[in-house]
């Protein structure tokens, strides 16, 4: 019982500061994931392959498999999704290699499959919602949830562009730093920020399902095995009662 408790502060302890090291939490940013939502789910396979698939392989995910999921005959996969002149029955991967990656960005883009599963939907909402204008920066835009990723504001026709305020803050050891208080839209996109928020919504919604796309379906088996259990525990007791009624 005390190795145990001991191991599990362990781990506690060794694992908090490397959270820590990420960007704060922003409480303001909330996200709502409705997997039942097709339309949103659609509208955020395209823009994914609009926007991210240049960089980010989703590699453990077929087309054919998603339009199946998503509910899109394989046609409206060829004219829709693939822009990469790849056939639906592949795998959605990139043509940049890792090594040309890094010498651009610094950093590899890493594979999405399973981001949402590693970090949550909040944190790829946070961060999608949060680039702003950063002159010291090389792509001019920095994040508030990832201080100082290498991945440029690919969305930023959408959004526009984002300032940030500052304000003071003490740390706990008296030292004063300035920390971010809230972002403001500078100059904006070609989307309102509500139609800019969905998009966000809609690329978040797909990156769950692309993390666990059996997901859809265990949920709508479940259902039916609990109401099976249920019947089945039914039927059950009262046959206890019939073998049990001549014994008491
Ligand atoms: C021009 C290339 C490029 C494009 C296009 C791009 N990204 Fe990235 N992305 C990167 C790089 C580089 C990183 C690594 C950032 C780092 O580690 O500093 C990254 C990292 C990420 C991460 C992981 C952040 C983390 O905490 O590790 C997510 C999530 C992400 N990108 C989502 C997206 C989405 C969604 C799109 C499409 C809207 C997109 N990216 C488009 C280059 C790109």
């Not at 704060?24 to 926007?51: C, H, I």
């Not at 040309?100 to 399973?114: T, V």
């Not at 090389?138 to 300032?163: A, K, S």
């Not at 403001?184 to 998009?199: A, D, H, I």
Request: hydrophobic residues 40%; charged residues 25%.
């Amino acid at each position: 019982m005390k190795r145990a408790f001991l191991l599990t502060a362990l781990c506690l302890g060794l694992a908090g500061p490397a959270f820590a090291a990420v960007g704060a939490e922003l409480p303001g940013y909330q996200v709502v994931v409705d997997l039942t939502n097709r339309a949103s789910l659609q509208r955020g396979a395209k823009y994914f392959m609009n926007y991210c698939l240049g960089c980010h392989s989703v590699k453990y995910s077929r087309y054919s498999r998603i339009g199946e999921d998503l509910g899109l005959d394989m046609e409206m996969v060829k004219d829709n999704l693939i822009f990469t002149g790849q056939r639906v029955s592949e795998r959605m991967e990139i043509a940049m290699a890792p090594d040309e990656a890094e010498r651009w960005f610094g950093a590899s883009p890493p594979d999405l499959s399973m981001i949402a599963r590693q970090k949550g939907a909040t944190y790829i909402y946070q961060y999608l919602m949060t680039f702003y204008a950063d002159e010291d920066r090389p792509w001019g835009v920095n994040n508030w949830r990832f201080p100082y990723t290498t991945m440029p504001h690919v969305l930023w026709r959408e959004q526009g562009l984002q300032r940030a305020e500052w304000k003071d803050a003490e740390n706990g050891n008296g030292d004063k730093k300035k920390v971010i208080e809230g972002l403001t839209l500078e100059s904006p996109g070609l989307k309102t920020p509500e139609e800019y928020q969905q998009l966000v919504v809609d690329l978040t919604s797909f990156l769950v399902y692309v993390s666990e796309p059996a997901r859809l379906t265990r949920e709508r088996v479940g259902t039916w095995v609990l109401f099976f259990l249920l019947v089945l525990g039914g039927f059950a007791y009262f046959l206890k009662r019939e073998y049990w009624q001549d014994i008491h």
